[in-house]
């Protein structure tokens, strides 16, 4: 078994550059200085150090739709035996974006973002459901995107 992970412990100050870094990813560093009282130096080491650890990400989140990727889907995926094992298999897929391993009725969900249908169905009768452990799929396809944010801000 892996060693869990050491989560870092974030100053008040830290928190709001995450939280202005939510707002506006491409937010100068300069402006977030003033911001927490911090040089524009300053802010750039703590956002490396943040980035450094796992606890932020920088990246220009898209809209796959937009992009061509006109079917996605969450799946629902049963397991027998460790679903560790067949979660880090589905992570390794390039169309899926999201895993999780989940201790309800799926014992893995998994977020599929694909070009069409047939790629969909491609992706979980070829390349999901010969994993192996891999017992269940359910598809549940996408019909409207109502709400997809990442500025949830700290605690």
């Known amino acids: 078994m892996s060693e869990k992970p050491k989560v870092p412990v974030l100053d008040d100050v830290s928190k709001r550059i995450i939280e202005l870094l939510q707002e506006d990813g491409r937010r100068p560093y300069a402006e977030i200085g003033r911001a927490v009282g911090l040089s524009e130096a300053a802010v750039r080491q703590r956002v490396q150090r943040l980035t450094d650890s796992g606890v932020v990400q920088i990246v220009a989140v898209t809209d ?39 201790l309800g009725s799926f014992d893995i969900l998994a ?45």
Not at 111 to 135: F, K, M, N, P, Q
């Open 111 to 155: 977020e599929a973002i694909c070009e069409s249908d047939e790629d969909l169905l491609e992706l979980i009768a070829t390349r999901i459901r010969t994993i192996e452990g891999v017992s269940h799929t359910e598809c549940f396809l996408y019909a409207g995107l109502h709400k997809d944010l990442y500025n949830w801000g700290t605690r």
């Open 64 to 102: 796959p739709r937009q992009l061509g990727f006109s079917r996605m889907a969450m799946l629902g995926i049963r397991v027998d035996g460790d679903p560790r094992v067949a979660a880090e298999a589905i992570a390794n897929i390039p169309e899926i974006a999201y895993v999780n391993v989940t």
